[in-house]
Protein backbone atom coordinates (compact mmCIF):
# COMPACT_ATOMS: atom_id res chain seq x y z
CA UNK A 1 0.00 0.00 0.00
CA UNK A 2 1.31 3.11 -1.01
CA UNK A 3 0.15 6.93 -1.18
CA UNK A 4 2.06 9.77 -2.75
CA UNK A 5 0.70 13.44 -2.04
CA UNK A 6 1.66 16.26 -4.46
CA UNK A 7 0.27 19.63 -5.44
CA UNK A 8 1.52 21.60 -2.54
CA UNK A 9 3.44 25.33 -2.92
CA UNK A 10 3.08 28.51 -1.87
CA UNK A 11 -0.09 30.95 -2.55
CA UNK A 12 -0.99 33.94 -1.79
CA UNK A 13 -4.41 34.56 0.77
CA UNK A 14 -7.12 33.87 -1.40
CA UNK A 15 -5.45 31.72 -3.72
CA UNK A 16 -6.15 28.46 -4.52
CA UNK A 17 -4.15 24.80 -5.16
CA UNK A 18 -5.07 21.22 -5.36
CA UNK A 19 -3.93 18.62 -4.10
CA UNK A 20 -3.79 14.89 -5.81
CA UNK A 21 -2.94 11.84 -3.62
CA UNK A 22 -2.09 8.78 -6.16
CA UNK A 23 -2.79 5.41 -4.76
CA UNK A 24 -0.96 2.16 -5.48
CA UNK A 25 -0.75 -1.78 -3.93
CA UNK A 26 -4.47 -1.59 -3.74
CA UNK A 27 -8.13 -0.54 -5.39
CA UNK A 28 -9.36 2.89 -4.16
CA UNK A 29 -12.15 2.59 -4.93
CA UNK A 30 -12.95 0.14 -2.29
CA UNK A 31 -11.76 1.78 0.83
CA UNK A 32 -11.86 5.55 1.90
CA UNK A 33 -9.08 8.23 1.42
CA UNK A 34 -8.34 11.08 4.12
CA UNK A 35 -6.45 14.56 4.49
CA UNK A 36 -4.59 15.36 7.12
CA UNK A 37 -2.86 18.26 7.60
CA UNK A 38 0.17 19.47 10.24
CA UNK A 39 1.15 22.92 10.79
CA UNK A 40 4.26 23.79 12.61
CA UNK A 41 4.04 22.61 16.44
CA UNK A 42 0.77 21.76 16.24
CA UNK A 43 -1.08 18.18 16.16
CA UNK A 44 -2.38 16.80 13.07
CA UNK A 45 -5.73 17.39 12.26
CA UNK A 46 -8.34 15.69 10.02
CA UNK A 47 -9.38 18.50 7.43
CA UNK A 48 -11.68 16.00 4.58
CA UNK A 49 -12.16 12.36 4.00
CA UNK A 50 -14.23 10.88 1.15
CA UNK A 51 -15.59 7.44 1.99
CA UNK A 52 -16.43 4.48 -0.28
CA UNK A 53 -20.09 4.33 0.31
CA UNK A 54 -21.63 6.69 -2.12
CA UNK A 55 -18.23 8.68 -1.86
CA UNK A 56 -19.92 10.60 1.46
CA UNK A 57 -17.45 13.16 2.29
CA UNK A 58 -16.59 14.64 5.36
CA UNK A 59 -15.20 18.57 6.22
CA UNK A 60 -13.43 19.89 9.03
CA UNK A 61 -15.15 23.23 10.35
CA UNK A 62 -12.22 25.40 9.86
CA UNK A 63 -12.32 24.40 5.94
CA UNK A 64 -15.69 23.24 5.23
CA UNK A 65 -17.00 25.46 1.93
CA UNK A 66 -13.65 26.05 0.75
CA UNK A 67 -11.93 22.87 0.49
CA UNK A 68 -13.71 19.99 -1.90
CA UNK A 69 -12.36 16.06 -2.14
CA UNK A 70 -13.01 13.71 -4.98
CA UNK A 71 -11.56 10.96 -6.09
CA UNK A 72 -10.94 9.49 -9.41
CA UNK A 73 -11.11 5.74 -9.15
CA UNK A 74 -10.12 4.89 -12.95
CA UNK A 75 -6.82 6.97 -12.14
CA UNK A 76 -6.41 5.55 -8.34
CA UNK A 77 -6.50 9.24 -7.64
CA UNK A 78 -7.97 11.34 -5.46
CA UNK A 79 -7.98 15.05 -4.93
CA UNK A 80 -8.35 17.98 -2.95
CA UNK A 81 -9.03 21.29 -4.02
CA UNK A 82 -8.23 24.25 -1.77
CA UNK A 83 -10.06 27.64 -2.27
CA UNK A 84 -9.80 30.80 -0.62
CA UNK A 85 -6.86 30.41 1.43
CA UNK A 86 -5.65 31.97 4.45
CA UNK A 87 -2.10 31.84 6.43
CA UNK A 88 -4.11 29.76 8.69
CA UNK A 89 -4.42 26.76 6.08
CA UNK A 90 -0.51 26.74 5.85
CA UNK A 91 0.79 22.98 7.00
CA UNK A 92 2.14 20.49 5.57
CA UNK A 93 -0.70 18.27 4.01
CA UNK A 94 -0.93 14.17 4.34
CA UNK A 95 -3.05 11.60 2.30
CA UNK A 96 -4.08 8.30 4.63
CA UNK A 97 -6.14 5.50 4.15
CA UNK A 98 -7.04 2.49 7.07
CA UNK A 99 -8.57 0.52 4.26
CA UNK A 100 -11.90 0.32 5.48
CA UNK A 101 -14.89 1.60 3.53
CA UNK A 102 -16.22 4.43 5.69
CA UNK A 103 -14.41 7.53 7.16
CA UNK A 104 -12.78 8.56 10.61
CA UNK A 105 -11.88 11.71 11.31
CA UNK A 106 -8.88 10.73 13.68
CA UNK A 107 -5.12 10.42 12.88
CA UNK A 108 -4.60 7.75 14.90
CA UNK A 109 -7.30 5.36 12.89
CA UNK A 110 -5.33 5.60 9.57
CA UNK A 111 -2.49 3.22 9.27
CA UNK A 112 -1.20 4.34 5.63
CA UNK A 113 0.31 7.27 4.78
CA UNK A 114 1.55 9.19 2.17
CA UNK A 115 4.49 11.43 2.64
CA UNK A 116 3.24 14.88 2.45
CA UNK A 117 2.81 17.95 0.20
CA UNK A 118 3.55 21.35 1.74
CA UNK A 119 1.08 24.36 1.85
CA UNK A 120 2.17 27.78 2.09
CA UNK A 121 -0.11 30.70 2.57
CA UNK A 122 1.47 34.28 2.67
CA UNK A 123 1.54 37.35 1.04
Known amino acids: VQLQASGGGWVQPGGSLRLSCAAS????????IGWFRQAPGEEREGVSC????????YYAGSVEGRFTISRDNARNMVYLQLSNLNPEDTAVYYC?????????????????WGQGTLVTVSS
Open 96 to 112: ATDLIRTCSIYATNYDY
Open 25 to 32: GFTLAHYA
Open 50 to 57: ISSVDDTT
